[in-house]
């Protein structure tokens, strides 16, 4: 069996303890992505006094800088992937990104650093969405789920790691070297990954389908309304979600009178015990109700939104390091379940060789919202804010009011479920 990549897929026989090995190479590479995004936020205080950034020019670095170009490229590059190699898409994406975030230790200005994010951005456009379909190439349905969450641990492990290793490295040196040593070290992953990561047969596990180019996801995909619900709730939960990641830990330094090193283990704790807990449960859940209905998989998110939002309210609201963490600890797995089950639907919305272009269609609605508007916004509404309440309680007021797209997000999923059932394609 080949493929239009020009390079080898693996054969049908590949065993067990290779696939273990892709998706752990994918794991980690997915980690870096993640990693580079936290040390943005766990150094927010000393980037912003060196700097003297408003709360909204540090919003815009963690939102917009880094969401235009991060979800306008995923589709090209997706299609890319579709029609080449999806190892070779990946392996220059994290080359890139890892780049700009080390140059982003020797910015000086606001215009600088800026300019260094939209870079990241470009790169990171390049690594999500060809490994969705890695994935789906590599592991048969039953089990896909399961894979696809097991890859979104790299979302809690690179924030832990991003808060720890960011966060030691800025306490015994200063910020700057935090982004160079972190930056070069995926730098030097990318060819290791080129190397050891063979291409998949495309559609290995899958029913045949009739052959298509592989924009034709676009139409496929807007006929069908599961896709536009679980695109916006996902979408809702990320504007959210990645704002909490970028603001929170300025957040918990003020309300707990944390320093840096006891604000990043108190952070690294919470996305690595949380949010790998969260991610698991999603896949393994839906993998194990999922194959009775289908609707499991947009379900299974609804619930999770729905505890989310008012134990982050507490643990926002508390100024108990104790309390803070168990109330935070939970939501910080749950707001991410929903990446196991939805990613596998959306791979399902269409057929096996336009699943690279159908995730970037899922991730452009995705960050566009989630990060090109959630940090953005929570900063621009801290500091409308400041005058009335001040700078800490401005920022915790900015961040429990977006706990209501938490909500929305839950509705939206509800109403995908039924519509879901009828859209999925074996």
Aim: net charge positive.
């Amino acid at each position: 069996m080949s493929n239009d990549s020009g390079t080898r897929p693996i054969a049908p026989t590949a065993g067990r303890g290779y696939r273990a090995f892709v998706l752990a190479m994918l794991l980690l590479v997915y980690s870096f992505n993640f990693l580079d995004r936290q040390i943005l936020g766990i150094l927010a205080g000393p980037i912003r006094a060196d700097l003297n950034l408003s709360k909204t020019e540090f919003g815009a670095l963690g939102g917009v800088a880094f969401a235009v170009l991060y979800a306008g490229l995923g589709i090209p590059l997706a299609l890319l992937a579709d029609r080449t190699s999806r190892s070779w898409v990946i392996t220059g994406s994290l080359a890139v990104w890892s780049g700009f975030t080390a140059l982003c230790g020797y910015a000086t200005s606001f215009g600088m650093l800026f300019w260094c994010r939209l870079g990241v951005g470009v790169g990171e456009a390049g690594g999500v969405a060809p490994s969705y379909a890695f994935i789906a190439d590599y592991f048969p349905p039953k089990e896909r789920a399961r894979a696809l969450a097991i890859y979104s641990l790299g979302i809690p492990l690179g924030l832990a790691a991003g808060a720890l290793l960011g966060g030691y490295i800025a306490a015994t040196v200063n910020w700057r070297m935090a982004f160079i040593v972190l930056g070069l070290a995926g730098v030097v992953l990318a060819p290791i990954f080129r190397l050891t990561v063979r291409e998949p047969a495309r559609g290995l596990y899958d029913k045949p389908a009739p052959k298509a180019p592989a924009s034709a996801a676009f139409a496929i995909l807007a006929r069908k309304p599961s896709f536009w619900l679980l695109a916006l709730g996902a979408s809702m939960s990320s504007l959210c979600g990645y704002g909490l990641a970028l603001w929170l830990p300025s957040v918990l330094a003020t309300t707990l009178h944390f320093d840096l090193l006891t604000l990043s283990r108190f952070i690294g704790a919470l996305f690595l015990t949380g949010g790998c807990f969260g991610v698991f449960l999603g896949g393994w859940l839906a993998d194990r109700l999922g194959q009775a209905d289908r609707g499991t998989y947009a379900k299974l998110p609804a619930i999770a939104f729905v505890i989310t939002a008012p134990l982050f309210a507490l643990g926002i609201s508390t100024h108990s390091p104790l309390l803070a963490f168990l109330f935070l600890l939970l939501p910080n797995g749950l707001n991410i379940l929903w990446l196991g089950p939805v990613t596998t639907a959306v791979q399902h919305l269409v057929p096996a060789p336009m699943r690279a272009t159908a995730a970037a269609s899922f991730l452009l609605i995705n960050n566009l919202i989630g990060i090109g508007v959630g940090p953005t916004l929570m900063g621009v509404a801290a500091d409308m804010m400041t005058h009335r309440f001040g700078g800490g309680d401005a920022l915790k007021y900015a961040t429990l009011g977006a706990l209501v797209f938490y909500l929305i997000a839950a509705v939206l999923m509800l109403l995908a479920v039924k519509p879901l059932r009828r859209d999925w394609v074996d």
